[in-house]
């Protein structure tokens, strides 16, 4: 086979046209941190990385929204919680005006409490976070309760009476708390009609009224102690879907480095050593190629 002056010059830029786009791709992997930077490089790896990406930013989606109602149950729980301390002082009040020895100076005192109290419901049954009203329901724009003249009633509508839920991995997770879970009793009366009749009895001194009542205040205060149970227990099971969908992310993006991730003490290895070849290769080409041009001319 005869070698020629133009086989050699050709193959020695084919060599370094080579270099150069060996020494673009190692740039890039250094600059981008992957070796696989489209399809092409490696249909396998790229598509394997690729779901993997999506199913990452899936479930990141997910663990911002559940960040994001877990903060919603810490209101929740903050309202629940002074609910039930409410409720337990109402109780109190309510044994101890039922007792024959409170004089007429001391049952105005606990009715007075118990207004007190009952406004304090008002303002807590009209929760809000950003404007919406956490107790609402379907109807976060409306406030749950309004006052109408000495009494205060439900203003939610029944068919807005609805739990709010996360939709997570196909599943609807219920984590709201309605007006109508906790200030109303099971036989439909709320705890606003309960303490006007409280109040009324208290000072009028009727004892038998009052006693009568104390069956409705615990059944108000169980539902609250049912709810706050509830929203701890759904708090527990975020935060452990929370826990494992950040554990499957560590693992995911664990996998996509070693699919395509770039070993940066090697590629800078790699980069000066073809950066040293194509320095020597332009060289040598520089001294073939104007001697094959003073041959030709000779």
Request: net charge negative; no cysteine; charged share 25%.
């Amino acid at each position: 086979m005869r070698i020629t002056q133009s086989m050699i010059a050709n193959n020695a830029l084919k060599n370094i046209r080579n270099s150069y786009i060996r020494r673009e791709e190692l740039s890039e992997q250094i600059s981008t941190g992957k070796t696989v930077n489209r399809p092409s490089d490696d249909p396998t790896k790229a598509g394997k990385s690729s779901y993997l990406m999506s199913r990452n930013r899936l479930l990141n989606e997910y663990i911002d929204d559940i960040k994001n109602t877990r903060s919603v149950l810490v209101y929740y729980d903050t309202a629940l919680q002074e609910m039930q301390n409410v409720n337990h002082r109402i109780k109190e009040l309510t044994v101890q005006a039922a007792n024959d020895t409170q004089t007429v100076e001391d049952r105005n005192h606990i009715a007075l409490e118990l207004k007190q109290l009952k406004e304090h419901l008002y303002k807590l049954a009209n929760t809000q976070i950003g404007g919406k009203y956490i107790f609402g329901g379907a109807k976060t724009n409306v406030p749950p309760v309004r006052k109408e003249n000495e009494s205060v009633v439900i203003n939610t509508p029944q068919e807005a009476n609805i739990r709010a839920k996360l939709p997570i991995e196909h599943i609807d997770i219920e984590y709201g708390v309605t007006v109508y879970d906790v200030f109303k009793t099971d036989s439909g009366e709320t705890v606003f009609g309960i303490l006007d009749r409280l109040i009324n009895s208290v000072e009028k001194g009727n004892n038998d009224d009052i006693e009568r009542d104390l069956g409705s205040l615990d059944n108000i205060l169980n539902k609250v102690n049912a709810n706050l149970a509830r929203v701890g227990s759904v708090d527990n099971m975020l935060e452990s879907m929370k826990n494992r969908f950040e554990k499957v992310v560590d693992n995911n993006t664990d996998i996509i480095n070693e699919l395509i991730g770039t070993d940066l003490p090697k590629a800078l290895s790699d980069l000066s050593l073809e950066q040293t070849t194509l320095q020597a290769a332009l060289k040598t080409t520089a001294q073939i190629l104007p001697q094959s041009l003073v041959d030709f001319i000779r």
